[in-house]
T-cell receptor, first 111, second 111 residues
Framework: EDQVTQSPEALRLQEGESSSLNCSYTVSGLRGLFWYRQDPGKGPEFLFTLYSAGEEKEKERLKATLTKKESFLHITAPKPEDSATYLCAVQDPSGTYKYIFGTGTRLKVLA | DTGVSQNPRHKITKRGQNVTFRCDPISEHNRLYWYRQTLGQGPEFLTYFQNEAQLEKSRLLSDRFSAERPKGSFSTLEIQRTEQGDSAMYLC?????????FGPGTRLTVL
C-alpha cells in the first residue's frame, strides 16, 4: 500500500535552533513529492516540489532534499513565524494526479 | 490575489440537513480536486475533475456526497443528510501541472 509517514509528530525549537523534519514514503514509482505549510484553520500553502533523488530546493530558511526513500525539510535558524504544521505528500503513482498526504509535523518555534 | 477561493469559510448545520460548498479555482487551471481534513490528520482525497469531467472518486465519497464542475470552471460539493462524522475541513485545490494549490477551506460543523 502506498504510504507517507512523517516524523516527528511535533517539534519544539528555540529560535535559531536548526533542525530537520522527515518524510518517508513507500510508493511504486515516485511521480513527485510535495511539501506544504499549513497554519491553523487555513489551507495548505505550497512550498516545494521534488521529483528525483538528489534534488534540492531552497526558500528562505527552508531547504528540501530527496532520496529514494525519504525527504527532509531542513529549517535553518528558525523564527517564531515558522511555527506551523508542515505536510508532505506524494503524487499517487496510478496516474490520477491525486496526492497521498502524511499526517504532518507540528512545529513550534519559541522566541 | 487570484488564488483558489472557497465559500463559505464556515458552515454550521444540524444533522440531516443538506449543505453545499463552492470552489473557484485559479482561472487557468484545468484540474480541480476536493480533499477532506480532520483534526491532526493530513488531507484525504475525495474527488478530481479535469475540466468538467469527474475522473475519479474516492471510496470515502459515499452516495450522500456529490460534486460537479459545470463548464470546467467553479465546482460545488454537496453533502446530503449530513452526519456528525462529516464534520471536517473541506479543501479545494487546483493545478495545471503536478503541483496543487489549495484554497482556504470550508470548515463544516454538524451538530
Amino acid at each position: 500500500e502506498d504510504q507517507v509517514t512523517q516524523s516527528p509528530e511535533a517539534l519544539r525549537l528555540q529560535e535559531g535552533e536548526s533542525s530537520s523534519l522527515n518524510c518517508s514514503y513507500t510508493v511504486s514509482g515516485l511521480r513527485g513529492l510535495f511539501w506544504y505549510r499549513q497554519d491553523p484553520g487555513k489551507g495548505p500553502e505550497f512550498l516545494f516540489t521534488l521529483y528525483s533523488a538528489g534534488e534540492e530546493k531552497e526558500k528562505e530558511r527552508l531547504k528540501a532534499t530527496l532520496t529514494k526513500k525519504e525527504s527532509f525539510l531542513h529549517i535553518t535558524a528558525p523564527k517564531p513565524e515558522d511555527s506551523a504544521t508542515y505536510l508532505c505528500a506524494v503524487q499517487d503513482p496510478s496516474g490520477t494526479y491525486k496526492y497521498i498526504f502524511g499526517t504532518g509535523t507540528r512545529l513550534k518555534v519559541l522566541a | 490575489d487570484t488564488g483558489v477561493s472557497q465559500n463559505p469559510r464556515h458552515k454550521i448545520t444540524k444533522r440531516g440537513q443538506n449543505v453545499t460548498f463552492r470552489c473557484d479555482p485559479i482561472s487557468e487551471h484545468n484540474r480541480l480536486y476536493w480533499y477532506r481534513q480532520t483534526l491532526g490528520q493530513g488531507p484525504e482525497f475525495l474527488t478530481y475533475f479535469q475540466n468538467e469531467a469527474q475522473l475519479e472518486k474516492s471510496r470515502l465519497l459515499s452516495d450522500r456526497f456529490s460534486a460537479e464542475r459545470p463548464k470546467g470552471s467553479f465546482s460545488t460539493l454537496e453533502i446530503q443528510r449530513t452526519e456528525q462524522g462529516d464534520s471536517a475541513m473541506y479543501l479545494c485545490a487546483s493545478g495545471s501541472t503536478d503541483t496543487q494549490y489549495f484554497g482556504p477551506g470550508t470548515r463544516l460543523t454538524v451538530l
